[in-house]
């Protein structure tokens, strides 16, 4: 006797129901080899990723700090380009207000998680000199390549003056920012008050002002004047549809997330073993904890950065190159380093932004030099040059810059360098 219409669609639903359910669990592990696979070959750097593992059981086994330093070392580099390729495919899905934030949090993580676990380990040296680096490495290191490549293949590369002059501006504040700490500094050493507390409570209170005005800064990017920030849409008018349109075709948003959770704990362990090892590095190899955190940090966190905005500027696309150098400068000046300070304050650290006499006079030079190459918003290879000079003569000031320069040294390099008026 033949059953039901409605009888046989109910027995029959559930079947369908659950075949379609095992016919996902059978094609997820397809999916995530698949996925796992496109992701490896989004850059050639990926091949380094052997050094992750090899990195963690070096640390696991207190193997030779040298072998620890180095392996933890070069596995940072792979790493740093997997967060940038997920962070990018994640953006791409979000649309441009929520892709920016996500940029300003994922953009400097490795430098952030690094400062993290040294500043956790009191090592407040090793944090301010990769802070500054990071910045010193994005404005002049970055900056010149780009104008390097882009002077290659144009005789005068043009970019948006507006925000290449706006950009310059809060990167003036932010060596203000240093200045007027080690200025205080070198005032209160002839006095009898307790300069530490002074300089924390100077510290802190700048470090909120700091974050507002980073705050500011991403409404009048994503908001207010996001016109003027629309690499895409300028793009477009010029006729170049077509560039871009396969960002965010390997990721899933799911899986772009779940990638971003295993790299930054990737990243975490391998920076915890890194700055570990970084005493016994600094006692064998005579290198100063300076020249580390200031010079080689800096150079392995920003790597696939580095090589996204050259890519992009020798293609003509300046204006993103100076996008990605400048503003990544910018969220370590305004919103990574003001962190760590208030992170320092929470968890009794004595982070300040006093920074040594020579580093802060090194960082407003830089800040002025870069200044007047982009105030004209033009750039071409001389000019990169010029950049890419600069940065390797202040790497040799800092190779043989000693650790025990003391801050009162730093005091009188400053009395003499802003003069009389210091000490008054």
């Given amino acids: 006797m033949p059953l039901p219409a409605n009888g046989s669609a109910d027995e029959t639903t559930p079947l369908v129901v659950h075949a379609s359910r095992e016919s996902r669990w059978k094609t997820l592990p397809k999916y995530v080899v698949s996925t796992t696979w ?3 070959k989004s850059n050639y750097v990926n091949v380094f990723l052997v050094f992750v593992p090899l990195g963690i059981l070096a640390g696991a086994l207190h193997w030779s700090p040298t072998l620890v330093f180095v392996f933890n070392f070069i596995a940072i580099i ?11 495919e994640l953006s791409a899905k979000l649309g441009q207000t929520l892709g920016g934030l996500l940029n300003a949090t994922f953009g400097n993580a490795v430098e952030l998680i690094v400062s993290i676990v040294a500043l956790k380990n009191g090592e407040i040296r090793i944090v301010q000199s990769s802070m500054l680096g990071s910045i010193l490495s994005n404005i002049l290191l970055v900056l010149g390549c780009c104008f390097l490549a882009g002077g290659l293949r144009e005789r005068e590369s043009k970019f948006n003056e507006t925000v290449a002059s706006t950009m310059s501006s809060l990167m003036a504040v932010a060596s203000a920012s240093l200045i007027i700490p080690a200025t205080l500094y070198a005032t209160l050493q002839s006095s009898k008050s307790k300069t530490e507390n002074h300089i924390l409570i100077l510290s802190h209170g700048t470090a909120i002002i700091l974050l507002g005005l980073y705050i500011l800064y991403l409404y009048f990017q994503l908001y207010s004047h996001a016109s003027l ?16 349109q396969n960002e965010g075709q390997v990721l899933s948003p799911i899986a772009a997330g779940v990638a971003l959770v295993i790299v930054t704990v990737m ?22 904890k300076t020249f580390i955190g200031l010079v080689l940090l800096p150079i392995v966190g920003n790597a696939a950065e580095h090589v996204t905005a050259v890519i992009v500027a020798y293609k003509g696309k300046m204006d993103l190159a100076i996008n990605v150098a400048i503003g990544s400068s910018l969220q370590i000046a305004l919103f ?14 004595p982070m300040t932004l006093h920074f040594q006499g020579f580093e802060t006079v090194v960082f407003f030079l830089s800040v002025l030099v870069v200044n007047y190459l982009i105030q004209d918003g033009k750039s071409n290879y001389l000019e990169g040059c010029m950049c890419i000079g600069t940065y390797t003569i202040i790497a040799l000031a800092f190779y043989v810059y000693p650790d025990d320069a003391s801050g009162d040294l730093g005091g009188r390099f400053l009395k003499g360098f802003f003069g009389s008026s210091v000490s008054n």
């Fill in 38 to 40: 496109k992701t490896l």
């Fill in 78 to 88: 792979p790493l740093a380009a997997l967060l940038s390729f997920a962070t990018e």
């Fill in 336 to 349: 990574v380093t003001p962190f760590l300070v208030i992170l320092g304050w929470i968890i009794h650290e």
């Fill in 267 to 288: 990243v975490a362990i391998c920076a915890e073993y890194l700055v570990d090892s970084i005493d016994s590095i600094v006692q064998t190899a005579h290198i100063s």
């Fill in 229 to 244: 920030f629309d690499v895409e849409a300028q793009a477009s008018e010029d006729g170049e549809d077509g560039e871009g």
